[in-house]
């Protein structure tokens, strides 16, 4: 199983980034999929997910009504489209499926 994750990086408050998560080795479509994060010093935690087929979504109380989880299936991807980032966004943002796997992660870094 592998995820890869892309799409980082450094932008001002007020911008936008569109990650993606690329996944091998398993049945890609068949299963719910979701972003995590982890700012310095904090616990990982959970920002979105999706189900196998894109139909039902769930995201954190603080970045519901900015960050879109969608996915691919035919691409075997999915994404997190984050507009309004705060700095409070800076964190590494993994990808991870249902049977634990996570990717290595991309650095996301909100600041003027």
């Known amino acids: 199983v592998q995820l890869v994750e892309s799409g980082g990086g450094l932008v001002q408050p007020g911008g936008s980034l569109r990650l993606s998560c690329v996944a091998s080795?398993?049945?890609?479509?068949?299963?719910?999929m979701s972003w995590y994060r982890q700012a310095p010093g904090k616990e990982r935690e959970l920002v979105a997910s999706i189900t196998s087929g894109g139909r039902n979504t769930n995201y954190a109380d603080s970045v519901k009504g900015r960050f879109t989880i969608s996915r691919d299936n035919a691409k075997n991807t999915v994404y997190l489209q984050m507009n309004s980032l705060k700095p409070e966004d800076t964190a590494v943002y993994y990808c991870?499926?249902?049977?634990?796997?996570w990717g290595q992660g991309t650095q996301v870094t909100v600041s003027s």
């Open positions: 991870r499926n249902i049977f634990g796997h």
């Open positions: 080795g398993f049945s890609f479509s068949t299963y719910l």
